[in-house]
């Protein structure tokens, strides 16, 4: 008789490829890709004034922080792959909610869609730091920037082109799209992830780890490129329609332009090729120095809004460039005990400088235009700048001599 053997990709799921990690990148692209533009102009819509939908933000912001913050907290009860999993029916729900369109249901909308961003946010970079190792990680950002390319690009102009077609239609594609991510993670069989391991005696409360944090320079410095990175994105997705409302120049500028900007990430493999070619430091820096620029600048021109239009593009292409770079000095540092974490303080950025950027920005618009935002937005970039002339010149860079032309040598 031939014994059986249960087949090995039964009994142990295969590694997940950094390729899978992309693809599913690229759902996530599609579900918030696609509604990134629209919910600007239905809040502009229902509110009227930039100062209010400004306050709508920042609220969202503090409800999507302490959601993050409490990630690591709830995935001791719970799996994370049922945490994942209801950040994409979050996903979902806020989707279907929007299409009510009534404030009241759009500002849920908005807030339910902030909050699974952040919760699957987490839960994939924890992912990716269990299975990805560290000489990867250059080419595994460069896979899910260039898989999210197709959302990132055609989803705001879509957006905001269906939404004068039918209203409904963005917010279904995104539920869609959200359905899609859920299928795509379970097929990937990431179970909860690796080092794993039940609580012991008392639970740790969810903002102790934040001493650990604190207390490594190279994850403050890190955080600190991908936050005031993350506030250049809110300016130009939020502000700049705005600015081009008030100016005359159409609704649909802002999400022609922010389609039009993405088309970079197709770049990205070509980018990271830059990269590459210099130390970590000088990337960082160059991308800080170059965005800082191009954000005075258009502030600066206001007066003529074409001009000021374009630079706040020119300053865009940079930020796909730090979308890129700026966010592996802080995943180069973490330790693997800490990767959950040490997840949900990176992905809480996102929060804080959804929190700060309508912050200030409510602050500027008492006392100047929008394009005071844009200056504001430049000097915190010119402070990014200073901050990574300390990290070391060799980051990122291999110890080891690796195959010339390997996309394994961005790490």
Not at 4 to 17: G, L, Q, Y
Not at 65 to 86: C, D, H, Q, S
Not at 251 to 279: D, K
């Amino acid at each position: 008789m031939h014994e059986r053997r249960i087949p090995e990709w039964v009994r142990h799921a295969p590694a997940p490829s950094v390729r899978k990690f992309g693809i599913l990148a690229g759902f996530e692209a599609v579900v918030r890709g696609i509604l990134i533009s629209v919910f600007p102009l239905v809040m502009y819509r229902a509110m009227g004034d930039a100062g209010s939908v400004s306050l709508v933000y920042f609220l969202v912001g503090l409800v999507s922080l302490l959601a993050g913050l409490m990630v690591p907290f709830l995935i001791r009860y719970v799996p994370r792959r049922w945490a994942y999993t209801a950040g994409c029916v979050m996903f979902i729900t806020g989707a279907l909610l929007a299409i009510d369109g009534s404030p009241k249901a759009v500002i849920g909308a908005l807030a339910l869609n902030t909050v699974a961003a952040v919760v699957t946010f987490i839960c994939f970079n924890a992912y990716v730091l269990d299975y990805i190792s560290k000489i990867e990680l250059g080419r595994c950002e460069t896979s899910r920037m260039f898989y999210s390319a197709l959302g990132w690009t055609a989803g705001p102009m879509a957006g905001v082109m269906l939404m004068e077609l039918w209203a409904p239609a963005p917010f279904v594609i995104s539920a869609a799209a959200a359905a899609g991510m859920l299928i795509m993670f379970w097929a990937m069989r990431l179970g909860n992830g690796k080092l794993i391991t039940k609580a012991r005696g008392a639970t740790k409360n969810p903002l102790s780890f934040l001493r650990r944090f604190f207390a490594q320079p190279r994850l403050v410095a890190g955080y600190l490129f991908a936050m005031i990175r993350s506030c250049g994105w809110w300016i130009y997705v939020v502000y700049l329609p705005i600015f081009a409302i008030e100016n005359g120049l159409g609704e649909q500028l802002g999400g022609t332009l922010l389609s039009a900007t993405n088309a970079m990430l197709f770049a990205a493999p070509l980018i990271l090729r830059w990269v590459q070619n210099r130390s970590l430091r000088s990337a960082v820096r160059t991308g800080f120095a170059a965005c800082a620029t191009c954000f005075l600048l258009a502030a600066f021109l206001s007066g003529w809004p074409v001009a000021s239009v374009v630079a706040l593009v020119m300053g865009s292409i940079w930020l796909i460039v730090l979308d890129i770079c700026a966010g592996l000095p802080f995943l180069m540092a973490v330790k693997p005990s800490e990767r959950t974490e040490m997840s949900a303080i990176y992905s809480s950025y996102r929060d804080v400088s959804g929190i700060l950027t309508p912050g200030v920005a409510a602050l500027v618009l008492l006392a100047t235009p929008v394009a005071g935002v844009f200056a504001a937005g430049g000097l915190a970039m010119l402070g990014a700048w200073s901050v990574a002339a300390r990290l070391h010149p060799r980051l990122g860079r291999p110890r080891v001599p690796l195959q010339p032309g390997s996309l394994s040598e961005a790490a």
